[in-house]
């Protein structure tokens, strides 16, 4: 308690100075404002400063950022035009497939190739360019369209295989 005395005898010498020595007391009023008032624009300053440091490493990373996704979306989006290309090319090629197994399966058709043997033997000197050869294998039409069927599957697996193998995610048996 006994400091609360010390202070309240210093503040009324303090009032008591201030009354017999008024613009002295006014004067160093003033410049004890003017320095608290200074010190606080010293510490909005560096408040702003710092701000301003804080806004310019802000737009960098933003810049840094906005540039990694637009490398990513170009990423992607390269990809996603590979896998349409690679799609539409495999589609192409199924096409192409089944385009020329059906122009093979015309040309051998029951016409051509697949003429049963007729009813009549005739004899080999009267042997024509319809009959087949001594070494043909004669089947029904249902059976090379099987074959026919199946010979298009195989090699659309191939090409699968072959485009598996090209992107790495299967290898050649050996």
């Known amino acids: 308690m006994m400091w609360l005395l010390y202070a309240r005898r210093a503040i009324l010498s303090t009032f008591k100075t201030a009354l017999a020595y008024p613009w002295q007391a006014a004067l ?19 408040t702003i400063v710092r701000r301003d440091a ?25 990809k996603q035009t590979e896998i349409a290309r690679l799609t539409d090319a ?6 192409s497939v089944a385009d020329r197994s059906s122009d093979y399966a015309r040309r051998m058709s029951a016409k051509s190739y697949c003429r049963e043997a007729s009813a009549t ?48 995610l299967a290898v050649p048996v050996e």
């Open 28 to 46: 160093i009023a003033a410049l004890c404002l003017a320095g608290w008032l200074y010190m606080g624009k010293r510490d909005a300053q560096a």
């Open 54 to 78: 804080t806004i310019t490493q802000m737009e960098a990373a933003s810049k840094i950022a906005t540039a990694a996704q637009i490398a990513l979306n170009k990423a992607v989006t390269d």
């Open 90 to 95: 495999n589609e192409t090629n199924r096409r």
């Open 121 to 168: 033997p005739e004899s080999d000197s009267a042997q024509g360019s319809d009959r087949p050869s001594g070494d043909a294998v004669v089947v029904t039409k249902s059976d090379f369209d099987i074959l026919t069927g199946n010979t298009a599957r195989l090699m659309s697996v191939k090409e699968w295989a072959d485009r598996l193998m090209g992107e790495g």
